[in-house]
């Protein structure tokens, strides 16, 4: 059973804070790797997707890969209240064609 | 708008009736896939389809359940005699390729509530 595996939360930080996300996955074999934001009552949005080691940056979002460790996390610098959400994360299965999403983490930024 | 289109929105339907969402993908996309999501969790694949064909469907019930997406018109997900477990969320996302870097799209979301 290939599974993602994020903290529910709710995270909590303050306004201008370094907001940090993670997320674990079972299938060594995952290539690609994918963060949406998803705001109550509305559909998921694309942050952003990695698919080498390392950091790969965009704005006030890094996303960090470690296929070693099968652990990719999203950084989101100055926080800001808009970016109240729940951000999920998202892993194509290599056994077939379906995309595995966590359950997500809700992140609270307080003004 | 070139975004992927669901309709309806918001969606009542009583125990045993049955439930037809549509999706149209966004303009060039030929890759449609389901997923249901439930109150406070995260979204659970359901189907996979290109133009006439099923590719992937291991993650939608065996009974009850159907989808499909034709030449001409938008993929339609149906739920047959429906209970009150179907009351979910059901986004529909589409994708321009099959390859797993390929970023899917979501449209608004169906909001389906079984009496």
């Known amino acids: 059973q290939k599974e993602v595996e994020q903290n529910s939360g709710p995270l909590s930080v303050p306004e201008g804070a370094i907001a940090s996300l993670n997320c674990t996955y079972s299938d060594r074999g995952s290539q690609s790797f994918f963060w949406y934001r998803q705001y109550s009552g509305k559909s998921p949005e694309l942050i952003m997707f990695i698919y080498s080691n390392g950091d790969k940056e965009d704005g006030r979002f890094t996303a960090q890969l470690n296929k070693a460790s099968q652990y990719v996390s999203l950084l989101i610098r100055d926080s800001q209240p808009s970016d109240s959400a729940t951000y999920l994360c998202a892993v194509p299965y290599t056994g077939g064609f379906k995309t595995i999403f966590g359950a997500g983490t809700r992140l609270f930024v307080k003004a | 708008n070139a975004g992927v289109m669901q309709n309806p929105r918001h969606l009542v339907r009583r125990r045993g009736q049955e439930a037809r969402l549509r999706c149209s993908p966004m303009k060039g996309h030929s890759h449609v896939y389901w997923y249901r999501q439930l109150p406070e969790e995260g979204l659970k694949f359901m189907v996979y389809l290109q133009k006439e064909n099923i590719i992937d469907e291991s993650g939608m019930p065996k009974e009850r359940f159907s989808a499909e997406f034709p030449k001409e018109g938008p993929s339609i997900l149906r739920i047959q005699q429906v209970v009150r477990g179907d009351s979910a969320a059901y986004f529909c996302?589409?994708?321009?390729?099959?390859?797993?870097?390929?970023?899917?799209?979501f449209g608004p979301g169906t909001r389906l509530t079984v009496l």
């Open positions: 996302a589409s994708s321009q390729r099959q390859f797993s870097t390929d970023t899917q799209y």
